[in-house]
């Protein structure tokens, strides 16, 4: 009788028995297979993560920083930052719009912004001595007072404020381009909020300063609630590189800021 199971009625009976029973090859082959493996699954990431992985952003920025600023020589400054700008800007693309944030491209980007770091770090302290180590101190204490705001509580980051300070980011940023066009097809001045001369650049560097705090707090809540919400391991880079962008913002606007009131050497 034919059956009406539609596995078995594809192929004769007796085809069916000779094709269920496997061979001696067929069994040696299944002998040496390798025993099921179950697929990895991601650890959830834990604060030390993020802190390990900062910390490595940090020195691997510092440590080019400090070559940029003993290797690279004066004559070559301006083209070696440019390069070193393009390929920052490229890298951070690629990680905030592809959301690529791993170990080799973080750490890239880190070296790299390190170059830029010490290029322009080196040409202010030649200008203004000592100014260098100043805004390394600001950054620092900038860094523990916004941990320590965030610890006590003391200013609650809520989805509007989040909305708030990246519109304002990208305020400020569009008018430094807008500046630097200015500068390039007309006065050297530009718009004004980077001449010294114009009380525009004090209030410009303070609202960047005062910004770039709120980008750590930012960046002190999205960790919080990646470890609370159980994220993988390898959103830690994308977290490290968040907090690299915004020490960087804060000391280099400080180190602008300085300079305005130091008198040249």
């Known amino acids: 009788m034919e059956s ?22 067929q069994l040696q082959n299944m002998y040496n297979a390798p025993s099921y493996v179950p697929p990895k699954v991601a650890r959830p990431m834990t604060l030390d993560d993020v802190v390990v992985r900062g910390f490595l952003c940090l020195v691997a920025l510092v440590t080019t920083a400090a070559l940029a600023w003993v290797l690279v020589p004066v004559e070559l400054a301006m083209p070696v930052l ?22 080799p491209l973080v750490l890239t980007f880190a070296a790299v912004y390190g170059v830029v770091v010490g290029i ?24 523990a007072a916004m941990l320590a705001v965030h610890s006590l509580r003391i200013f609650r980051v809520t989805p509007k404020v989040a ?32 001449d010294p001369g114009n009380p525009l650049a004090y209030i410009f560097s303070v609202a960047a300063i005062l910004l770039g705090c709120f980008f750590l707090l930012l960046d ?8 609370r919400a159980g994220a993988p ?5 994308y977290l490290a590189f968040g907090l690299t962008l915004s020490l960087v913002w804060i000391y280099l606007e400080l180190l602008r800021l300085l300079s305005y009131f130091s008198g040249r050497d």
């Not at 596995?7 to 269920?20: D, E, L, T």
């Not at 322009?120 to 100043?134: E, K, T």
């Not at 002190?220 to 470890?227: D, I, K, S």
Request: hydrophobic residues 55%; proline residues 4%.
């Open 233 to 237: 391991e390898k959103f830690a880079w």
């Open 120 to 143: 322009i770090s080196h040409a202010y302290n030649d200008l203004y001595h000592g100014v260098v180590l100043q805004a390394v101190v600001g950054t620092a204490l900038a860094f």
């Open 82 to 103: 440019i390069m070193a700008i393009i390929a920052e800007l490229g890298i951070w693309a690629f990680i905030t719009f592809g959301q690529k944030a791993n170990a």
């Open 4 to 25: 009406r199971n539609p596995a078995f009625r594809r192929a004769p009976i007796g085809q069916q028995a000779r094709s269920s029973t496997p061979g001696a090859q």
């Open 220 to 227: 002190f809540a999205a960790v919080e609630e990646g470890v």
């Open 163 to 194: 909305k708030f300070v990246m519109a304002a980011g990208f305020a400020l940023v569009g008018l430094m381009l807008i500046n630097l066009v200015v500068q390039v097809f007309g006065p050297d001045s530009g718009i004004g909020i980077r």
